[in-house]
């Protein structure tokens, strides 16, 4: 099946500072998601996208379809950014994770 | 999109006991999953629940341990039968209208396996 991979695997911050998640996948996709995981466990939709540029407040996303990879992009982080960020593709219907980036971040 | 209830958030169960775990979705669906979450891993998809019909079940998971039925396009319920503490895990349930649209997740259960 196809294997999705994330990095880096952890990231520590100061309060601030700009980061960039990185997914790469195996195979081509209909789609892509990326979702941050809360200390609750509750999943929260970030972006949803196939392709292109995406930008969300401090949040933007970049999916280049043809190179098989995406990109999460985090500026001017805060505290409440902690937690697990995951990349999830869907490919014939069926949606596969990464192994997730856990983003802490501190004040 | 889509919002999903799902229920219990959370529970406690003793060995050898089943648990149903149920998600009711606002608006009728295409796609329903299950997925386990142990400590510290991804998400890993036990089976995608097929309206009217059995549940397509992922390597290493199978109907006997995981009993999934979706009687609707808004409703589907996932058992953990004959619990052991290494069943211990988040189960969440996703929806989505299919290869086109993003997919929503319940809030999902934690069972602790005592």
């Known amino acids: 099946g196809i294997q999705v991979e994330q990095s880096p695997p952890d990231l520590i911050l100061q309060e601030g500072a700009n980061s960039t998640l990185r997914c790469n996948f195996s195979?081509?996709?209909?789609?892509l998601q990326w979702f941050h995981q809360n200390p609750w466990g509750q999943l929260i939709n970030l972006f949803y996208?196939?392709?292109g540029t995406k930008q969300n407040g401090r949040l933007s996303a970049t999916t280049v379809a043809t190179e098989r990879y995406s990109l999460l992009y985090i500026s001017s982080s805060q505290t409440t950014d902690s937690g697990v960020y995951f990349c999830?593709?869907?490919?014939?219907?069926?949606?596969?994770f990464g192994a997730g980036t856990r983003l802490t971040v501190k004040p | 999109s889509a919002v999903i209830s799902q229920k219990p958030s959370r529970d406690i169960c003793q060995r050898g006991t089943s648990l149903t775990i149920q998600c009711q979705v606002d608006?009728?669906?295409?796609?329903m999953f299950w997925y386990r979450q142990q400590p510290g891993q991804s998400l890993t998809l036990i089976a995608t629940?097929?309206?009217?019909?059995?549940?397509?079940?992922e390597s290493g998971f199978v109907i006997d341990k995981f009993p999934i039925s979706r009687p609707n396009l808004t409703f589907s319920t996932l058992t953990v039968s004959n619990m052991s503490p290494e069943d211990s895990s988040i189960y969440l349930c996703?929806?989505?209208?299919?290869?086109?649209?993003?997919?929503?997740f319940g809030s999902g259960t934690r069972l602790t396996v005592v």
């Open positions: 996703s929806a989505g209208q299919g290869l086109n649209y993003g997919y929503t």
């Open positions: 195979d081509s996709v209909n789609n």
């Open positions: 996208i196939p392709s």
């Open positions: 999830a593709v869907i490919n014939n219907n069926d949606m596969r």
């Open positions: 608006s009728q669906v295409t796609m």
């Open positions: 629940a097929n309206q009217g019909s059995e549940a397509t079940y």
